[in-house]
């Protein structure tokens, strides 16, 4: 899981990084990262509404994209925020497919590898 200095939790932040942060969209998930010049850890924020399915299935949906965040924690810089917005073909993603999408748009947006 996630701790506390790794999650968004404001909503002026998850704006900020929606609207100036660069994207990486795919079949079920959009991504969004904005860099930070500050020396603290990297942040996390979901968005998993309504039309992804009911409210078991958002809470599974974010609990997984969480434990895929996590595993990512030591790879993205210092100072990142990232937002993921999922869409509602995640309610059926199994773990594998939601870590390769979470994988391919943080290699493209913050590491600067791969291709989208």
Not at 61 to 67: E, I, Q, S, T
Not at 90 to 95: C, I, L, R, V, W
């Amino acid at each position: 899981m996630l701790a506390r200095p790794n999650r968004l939790t404001r909503g002026v932040d998850y704006r900020q990084v929606v609207r100036r942060g660069t994207r990486c969209g795919g079949p079920r998930l959009v991504t969004s990262v904005l860099r930070g010049a500050e020396r603290r850890a990297p942040r996390f924020g979901f968005i998993v509404s309504k039309q992804v399915g009911t409210a078991v299935v958002r809470n599974t949906v974010r609990r997984r994209l969480k434990a895929v965040c996590a595993e990512f924690l030591d790879t993205v810089p210092q100072g990142t925020d990232v937002v993921i917005r999922a869409l509602p073909s995640s309610a059926t993603a199994e773990f594998t497919q939601l870590r390769a999408d979470v994988a391919r748009c943080l290699g493209r947006l913050v590491l600067g590898t791969g291709s989208a």
